[in-house]
């Protein structure tokens, strides 16, 4: 089937799903399957919509809408397509897991979950391949609300308040993308075809409007500091697989955006709208990943890591827009390259520690990582998947999360190289900001997988816990062999990708491997093999194994202690190093930065404060309005009524006095 | 990909790097001694001990898992990798594919998420304060770390560690003080990374009991005692590799590598001689002030970035 009809076919599916899902609502076993099946279907066919049009084939469909100025137009290209395959294959995934997941919800409207869902999978896919400013919103807009309905679930004060500030953000957000869009309308002589916007080439002080508001709109779909505040509110508030969409592709709409109308749409531009995004990406990666530290929820503490990872993202991004602006080809195809293959690991293991957290969460009943512990025992599959995810998101060789964090260094060193005296002054701040975020990630993420499976447990939950279903299983088990895969098949995956980044540029292919090794473009004097790094980690470990074993026969087996060291004293569980004092160094030394988010939080209270005075003034201002207006007429009303009423007195005598009255009158006009 | 013979190398300058390791943290030892002016042990001593503790028994705490009882083995395995990748008794890398700043920094990365894990898995509260203050230093002394090499590598033109120290030694440096700067802000980093004193923080024996390897005995205790020192002379390597190549071979001949070995030997006593000159006139750092200590090298790496950008 041509790509497009495969695309067709994968929302059609969706949307049955979606249906069958709502309509099967009253069986909540069979609302899960439909749900479930339906959309790995769904899944199975946007991979191939998406996958067959990666090597830079661009398929378009025209269909006459009911509007004459909104022709309905999709358009799969490399970019949209790579997206496509991203949403799809963690749908597909996701559609697994909540096999079994979703009937910890039993009883709280399944079939409900399974529609939004769906629908949320459908739009996000429609949403990459508009080609219309119209539709674009439009399906821009349904993703949000199906979101927003998955993020108030739950439907406690928690869930409703978080589901609020998303539903507020995410409309002030869409404010700024339609006026972005108005602009470019208006620049294209009224059409809203992107086809025309890109033809349309408006004037310079134009085009940053433009491409500001754009920024600033789908930036805080993308969670970007200082907009990011509803993020690690909604996303934890939101079911484990919803959560892990959101996490995963969601937000990654928001870069897409920014790529869409920054590079696609307006064509570059100048340099300061990558130095703008670079900004942006290192305050975003630095700021969330020190916020994430401190988090004892786990997963408001992933929520806030993905606030992070789309800072990497952005520095990408940034990068390989300043050398689209200088037109130095190296630089933008290497700086995109990177950003893309980071949003497809990002998806890959962010989605694997968002269904952890869930699969954890579904057999604690808490989101608490101080109540948990020890939970490699008792739940083994879980926890080495979430330590793969761990060691991923972590950006530690040989797995995926290294490879796009060694490819956003090598842009930024090239870009170090480059002409301008800008990017020579910038770049390099940004790799240092990118070390200290790596570093942070690692104390993280050790914290994050110590203080949930390692140790002893910390409560009665975490000592009886066991081994989740088999579907939770295997999703994550897909996602966790997905990070080792795109780590080692590095030298197959970055050419393809790095394509990707070209046809979206209109650029050269630059040469991404060699052999078993990836390097960044020909002309570089280094090169990375993650296989090797494998191989000859696994090899030489086998050198310690074999000196061990020659001295067994001279030892005792291994015993178990009946308690660790603690000085004399009975050790207990509270001895242990809980999530709040691992990070307390981190608090004491970056005190200041953690001072910006409580002056940040309180200018949020201050302003969901000045909403509800805003609530309280309207309540205030009605009976104003009745007293006035109201009141008076109904009072006027009500008298005209009363005089009325003394007319019917209910008196015979009256009535025909009433009638002959009106025969004189009559007869003196007849006179006249 | 490597040839055979650069790919022997590297495993052969591994191996000898595990071989000498116990030897370095002896002689380290014996100096410590003369300067304390006591006899101590023989430079052999910790050949002695690793053997003792092979045959005792492993005995573990009961919280353990499998992160406690592997972290012996990836820490062993992962600094033999590193070796493999740096350009020790040559001057270009053996393994190209390897010998990348960024993908030796996360290599550091790698052995303290395990190195750190291990505590946190043991379930003792001393390991645990240690796997923090481990991972702490990690983040203070990053951006120093790699802001160093950075400028080391924009004047070499390339973030391979044998093309920065072959640009280094032939003098293909267009300003000399960034270099310097540069290579004493490297050289202040990688003395945090040594773990002696007075930055012992994760594993001071006197505050914490020895950090994340409080729980350990026999074998799995003789393998971090021995990766320890490992490390310390991987990091002292890969300082060498980086700002002070001179000597080394710059071909594979079997004479060339004889000189670069001879070389290499004379660059680590010296450098050790050092260490140990500070390690026992000073006193342990207070954890809380670490920072400034850090800060003081950060300073000292944007320094060397200033002084490149106006090309002194």
């Known amino acids: 089937m041509a790509p497009i009809q495969l695309l067709l076919v994968s929302v059609a599916l969706s949307g049955l799903a979606a249906l069958g899902s709502l309509l099967a609502g009253r069986s909540e076993s069979s609302a899960i399957r439909i749900a479930g099946i339906g959309g790995l279907l769904a899944a199975v066919a946007g991979i191939l919509a998406g996958a067959s049009v990666l090597g830079g084939q661009v398929a378009v469909l025209d269909v006459p809408s009911p509007f004459p100025f909104a022709h309905f137009v999709l358009r799969l290209d490399p970019l949209s397509g790579l997206l496509l395959v991203v949403i799809s294959a963690l749908a597909a995934v996701v559609s697994i897991y909540s096999l079994a997941y979703v009937r910890e919800y039993g009883g709280r409207g399944v079939g409900a979950m399974g529609f939004f869902l769906n629908l949320f999978v459908a739009a996000m896919i429609l949403v990459v391949v508009a080609d219309n400013a119209l539709w674009f919103l439009v399906f821009f807009e349904m993703m949000t609300l199906a979101s927003y309905f998955l993020v108030i679930f739950d439907q406690d004060a928690e869930a409703v308040s978080a589901g609020f500030i998303y539903f507020l953000m995410a409309h002030a957000g869409s404010m700024a993308i339609m006026a972005a869009f108005f602009l470019m309308a208006n620049a294209a002589g009224g059409s809203f075809d992107f086809a025309a916007f890109r033809a349309a080439h408006p004037s310079e002080p134009v085009a940053s409007i433009v491409f500001v508001l754009a920024l600033l709109g789908f930036g805080t779909k993308a969670g970007m500091i200082p907009l990011h505040a509803w993020l690690p509110r909604a996303h934890p508030a939101a079911p484990s697989h919803a959560s892990a969409l959101m996490s995963g592709v969601m937000i990654k709409i928001g870069v897409f955006g920014i790529l869409k109308v920054g590079v696609d749409l307006l064509g570059g531009g100048v340099m300061w709208w990558g130095i703008l995004v670079l900004t942006f990406g290192v305050v975003t990666s630095v700021l969330a990943i020190i916020y994430a530290l401190a988090e004892r929820d786990i997963k408001r503490l992933l929520a806030y890591s993905s606030v992070e990872n789309i800072g990497i993202i952005l520095i990408g991004v940034g990068t390989g827009m300043i050398g689209l602006a200088v037109h130095q080809p190296l630089i933008a195809v290497l700086g995109l390259m990177a950003a893309l293959y980071h949003l497809l690991n990002h998806a890959v293991f962010k989605g694997l520690l968002f269904l952890g957290a869930g699969s954890v969460v579904y057999r604690m009943h808490t989101k608490d990582m101080e109540k948990m512990g020890g939970l490699a025992r008792t739940m083994p599959w879980t926890s080495l998947c979430f330590l793969l995810g761990a060691v991923a998101v972590a950006a530690i060789p040989p797995l995926n999360g290294f490879v796009s964090e060694w490819f956003t260094y090598q842009a930024l060193f090239a870009a170090a190289l480059g002409g301008t005296f800008l990017e020579q002054f910038a770049s390099p701040i940004a790799a240092t900001a990118l070390a200290v975020t790596g570093a942070l990630a690692v104390m993280c993420f050790v914290k994050a997988y110590g203080e949930i499976f390692s140790g002893a447990s910390r409560s009665r939950h975490a000592d009886q816990a066991h081994e989740v279903p088999a579907p939770m299983v295997v999703g994550m088990v897909v996602l966790a062999l997905g990070c080792v895969g795109l780590g080692l098949a590095a030298p197959v995956v970055a050419p393809v990708i790095g394509s990707i980044a070209a046809a979206t540029l209109h650029m050269p292919v630059v040469v991404f491997a060699n052999g078993a090794a990836v390097m960044p473009g020909e002309a570089a004097h280094t090169s990375l093999s993650t296989p090797l790094i494998a191989i000859l980690l696994i090899a030489l470990a086998v050198l310690p194994v074999l000196i061990s074993a020659t001295f067994k026969a001279a030892r005792a087996g291994a015993r178990r202690a009946a308690a660790p060291w603690a000085c004399g004293y009975l050790p207990d569980s509270h001895m242990a190093v809980s999530a709040n004092s691992f990070a307390q160094p981190i608090r004491m030394f970056f005190a200041p930065l953690y001072a910006i988010r409580r002056t940040a939080d309180t200018a949020s209270d201050h302003i969901a404060h000045g909403f509800g005075e805003l609530v309280a003034e309207t309540r205030r201002s009605e009976p104003l309005f009745d007293r006035a207006l109201v009141a008076p007429v109904a009072e006027a009303v009500g008298g005209i009524g009363h005089l009325l009423q003394r007319l019917q007195s209910g008196n015979f005598s009256t009535y025909c006095l009433y009638i002959v009255t009106a025969l004189l009158i009559l007869l003196l006009f007849t006179l006249r | ?312």
């Open chain 2, 1 to 312: 990909m490597p040839s055979l013979s650069q790919f022997l190398l590297a495993l052969v300058q591994a191996l000898l790097l595990f071989a000498a390791a116990p030897l370095l943290s002896g002689i380290l030892r014996v100096l410590r001694a003369k300067i304390h002016t006591r006899h101590g042990p023989g430079v052999l001593q910790d050949y002695r001990d690793i053997l003792k503790l092979m045959k005792r028994q492993d005995v573990r705490p009961p919280a353990a898992g499998f992160a406690f009882r592997l972290m012996p083995i990836i820490m062993v395995a992962t600094l033999l990798t590193i070796a493999t990748g740096l350009p020790i008794f040559t001057r270009a890398t053996p393994i190209a594919a390897l010998g990348d700043l960024v993908t030796i920094i996360y290599l550091f990365a790698l052995l303290r998420f395990f190195f750190s894990l291990a505590g946190l898995d043991s379930g003792s509260s001393f390991a645990g304060i240690g796997a923090s203050r481990e991972l702490t230093l990690g983040v203070l002394v990053e951006p120093m770390m790699l802001l160093s090499l950075f400028v080391a590598a924009l004047l070499a033109g390339s973030t391979n560690v044998g093309a920065i120290g072959a640009a280094i030694a032939a003098g293909h440096i267009r300003s000399v003080g960034a270099v310097v700067l540069a290579g004493v802000a490297f050289a202040f980093a990688a003395y945090f990374e040594l773990s002696k004193l007075p930055y012992d923080m994760a594993e001071a024996e006197q505050e914490l009991q020895e950090g994340p390897l409080t729980e350990y005995s026999g074998p799995s205790l003789a393998f971090i005692n021995w990766a320890m020192a490992l490390k310390q002379l991987v990091v002292i390597a890969f300082f060498l590799a980086v700002f002070l190549p001179f000597g080394s071979a710059t071909g594979l001949s079997l004479p060339a590598l004889a000189i670069g070995l001879l070389v290499f030997i004379l660059k680590v006593g010296l450098i050790i001689a050092l260490i140990s000159l500070v390690e026992n006139s000073v006193a342990r750092t207070r954890f809380r002030l670490t920072s400034q200590h850090t800060w003081l090298g950060v300073g000292i790496a944007s320094l060397a970035f200033v002084f490149y950008l106006a090309g002194l």
